[in-house]
């Protein structure tokens, strides 16, 4: 065994174990998978880069529930990881931020969404939004039995998981899982962290074309960009990004918030001068914390009392 494939595992060993921490429980989102179809020798996949753990091929959908530690104030935050809709950057967009969360008496659920592909899903452009959908239901229902109060239900996203909050935020009227009990799927809040906001210009072409297709309609362009699906409901928004953001373009973001302004929605955003993208929690290229930011604007909205 070489020294490099030693300290690759040695590595996958740490995320790993950092991911399963003694606070954290999985939690599968469906008894009978929607919309899937068997293809053989397709299996969920993770590796390691630059230190992150990154998960492909996800065919099991779960939650990984993070309990809130030394106090609880019954706000719960579902989280999910961006990656082009072609994997999950879960570490340090997953599994690093639920556990600041948790150090603030903030229960969290990283959720590992399906990510579209023909080979085992039908009508793949909906699987994404429908475990959105299926993971705040699960939360409310559940919200008893996880000592969270059901009108404190958030939803964050990081790039292209950015986009699938923002769909949750804008579509809940669309429910595309089982509901007979009619449980809302409208988050109280939403946490945009450099996201994709659109499909049209200005958006991250991978994004669009992994949930989409190449040869999508215009139809299906305007359904999934979010700026244009904001209505006097979408829930109060937080918002992140760098300006010299050269993956997803700062214009996301920005035309978001003119939609939400012009919809007289509450919002706030940070535009950082640097920064670029997928930094996580991390910008280290400047001395503010945007996690700062975002605890002060949660004690504002009434999040952080217990």
Same mark, same amino acid.
């Given at each position: ?15 790993? *174990?950092? $991911?399963?921490s003694?606070? &954290?429980?999985?939690?599968? /989102?469906y ?6 179809? +068997?293809?053989?020798g ?31 104030t ?44 023909d ?32 009108? *404190?239900? $958030?939803?964050?996203?990081? &790039?292209?998981?950015?986009? /699938? ?7 809940? +009227? ?6 007979p ?32 297709g190449?040869d ?50 509450k ?19 400047? *001395? ?8 002060n ?10």
């Amino acid at each position: 065994m070489t020294f490099k494939v030693i300290v690759h595992l040695i590595s996958m060993a740490l995320l790993v *174990k950092a $991911g399963y921490s003694q606070s &954290s429980t999985d939690i599968p /989102l469906y008894q009978n998978i929607p919309g899937q179809k +068997n293809a053989p020798g397709y299996i969920e996949k993770t590796s390691v880069q630059n230190s992150r753990l990154w998960v492909t091929e996800v065919t099991v959908p779960t939650l990984r529930y993070y309990a809130p530690r030394g106090r609880n104030t019954g706000t719960a935050v579902i989280i999910c990881p961006g990656g082009g809709y072609a994997g999950l950057a879960i570490s340090h967009e997953g599994y690093d931020v639920a556990e600041k969360f948790a150090s603030l008496g903030i229960s969290s659920f990283v959720l590992k969404y399906r990510l579209p592909d023909d080979r085992i899903m039908e009508d793949k452009k909906i699987r994404p939004l429908q475990d959105a959908q299926q993971a705040i239901k699960i939360v409310r229902e559940n919200a008893a039995k996880y000592h969270i109060n059901p009108n *404190k239900i $958030g939803i964050m996203g990081f &790039s292209a998981g950015g986009h /699938l909050a923002a769909t949750v935020s804008t579509h809940f +009227n669309d429910v595309i899982i089982e509901n007979p009990g009619n449980t809302s799927v409208r988050p109280d809040f939403s946490i945009l962290i450099y996201p994709v906001i659109t499909f049209g210009k200005y958006t991250h072409k991978g994004s669009r074309d992994n949930l989409l297709g190449s040869d999508t309609t215009q139809k299906w362009i305007d359904y999934f960009s979010n700026e244009k699906q904001v209505s006097p409901h979408t829930p109060a928004t937080f918002m992140v990004h760098a300006n010299d953001d050269n993956t997803v373009p700062v214009m996301n973001t920005l035309n978001y918030i003119r939609a939400l302004n012009l919809a007289g929605l509450k919002n706030e955003a940070h535009i950082y001068p640097t920064g670029g993208h997928g930094f996580g929690l991390n910008n280290n290229t400047i *001395k503010d914390k945007w996690f700062d930011r975002l605890t002060n604007w949660m004690d504002s909205e009434g999040l952080l009392k217990e």
